[in-house]
């Protein structure tokens, strides 16, 4: 962990809780963006096509590593609301199908959801409190949905649902399961055959460390072999540039319609292989850190609304005036960020427990 933070600025100059907003980039995966493009400025196109060679296999595959997938699963995206928007556009959901989602997601996960509706989808939205979301998702699957889509962890409270035991319940129904992992892909250990998911969507600026811009989405062997929107790279013959000729790309690049951020997305797959070897490690440390987190907001009198036992990364401490709060945290350098009704503290497995005492001391001071 030492070694790792060394490798974060950031901690030279602020209390950083506030992964789950934008993490800094460490330095070794800095490096890999900064090598990209100074290989563009000394090369130009040789150096951009002796990296584009494989069709980005191995990038695809420190992804595949990273959730336990096959690379021709992992597609790339710009960011979270593009994977969403090409998976729900691209299952042919007609006018009478269910879509489940839930009030507390990020409004990335619930939007394009509202386009559906516009040609007669029927969208359910479960209403719940943090505590019993995941029994009420459950209560409402039917036979009749055919997409459930829910985010791993809440932005908002925190929350961290048991997915395989979502998708348990929806293979029994016959629903597909659509799972936004941006709060949780590099704080919590992803496998995706274990947790049982159709579809994953994760940008990588946040847990991941790596810029905005960067990201990943699986997609199971078998499912919308047709995108629904077209572009130069989903033909497998783009490089023939033919305008009049075109022959739909089988592998996971159909779901890539334009050139991407190869910048962005080598930190993100530098980042992957450096976690991914540790993944239990930063897993256990992360719900350590939360956890400490909550003992020592509720020992000094605050009232935390995110359930121990279903917590993550992410701790919400309810304060009066959370903008005001963060504010003058910041002051303090320490960076949270205010969020509903109090001030969201997002901690990595780089951060130490004197950083976490030190914030919840100060928000405690602060509510005196």
């Known amino acids: 962990m030492k070694e790792f933070r060394e490798q974060v600025p950031v901690t030279r100059d602020y209390i950083y809780l506030n992964h789950a907003a934008i ?34 296999y191995s990038m695809r595959k420190a992804i595949s590593n990273f959730i336990n997938s096959d690379p021709e699963e992992v597609s790339f995206i710009p960011n979270t609301s593009y994977g969403i928007n090409m998976i729900v556009h691209g299952l042919s959901l007609t006018r009478g199908d269910q879509v489940l989602t839930d009030n507390l997601e990020f409004p990335a996960t619930v939007y394009p959801l509202y386009k559906l509706a516009k040609r007669g989808v029927e969208i359910r939205m479960v209403k719940s409190s943090p505590e019993r979301l995941e ?7 039917t036979d009749s949905v055919r997409l459930i889509v829910l ?20 293979k029994k129904n016959g629903s597909l399961l659509l799972v936004d992992a941006i709060q949780s892909a590099g704080a919590m250990k ?18 991941m460390m790596s810029p905005q811009g960067s990201g990943f989405m699986y997609v199971r062997k078998g499912l919308i072999p047709d995108p629904p929107f077209y572009g130069w790279k989903t033909s497998s013959t783009f490089m023939e540039f033919n305008a009049e000729s075109f022959s739909l790309e089988e592998g996971p690049r159909r779901f890539e319609i334009g050139t991407m951020d190869v910048s962005a997305n080598l930190t993100m797959t ?8 540790i993944r239990d490690e930063v897993e256990r440390r992360v719900l350590d850190l939360s956890a400490r987190v909550i003992d020592l907001a509720e020992d000094k009198g605050l009232e935390v609304v995110t359930p121990r036992e279903k ?25 949270v960020s205010p969020r509903g009704s109090g001030v969201r503290i997002s901690t990595h497995f780089y951060n130490e427990e004197e950083e976490v005492d030190r914030a919840v001391s100060e928000i405690k001071n602060l509510q005196a």
């Not at 992803?190 to 847990?207: P, R, T």
């Open 270 to 277: 530098k980042v992957a292989e450096r976690l991914t070897p």
């Open 190 to 207: 992803i496998d995706v055959k274990e947790m049982g998911v159709d579809f994953l969507v994760a940008g990588g600026y946040k847990w």
């Open 311 to 335: 917590r993550a990364g992410i701790v919400i401490v309810k304060t009066k005036d959370p903008k005001k709060v963060a504010e003058e945290l910041l002051a303090k350098r320490i960076v």
């Open 151 to 170: 985010s791993h962890v809440s932005f908002n409270t925190g929350v961290r649902l048991d997915v395989k035991r979502i998708a348990d319940k929806a």
């Open 135 to 141: 029994d009420a998702i459950l209560e409402q699957i």
């Open 23 to 56: 993490s800094p980039t460490p330095i070794f995966a800095l490096m890999e963006s900064f090598g990209y493009l100074y290989g563009v400025s000394s090369r130009g196109s040789l150096h951009v096509n002796s990296v584009e060679k494989d069709d980005f």
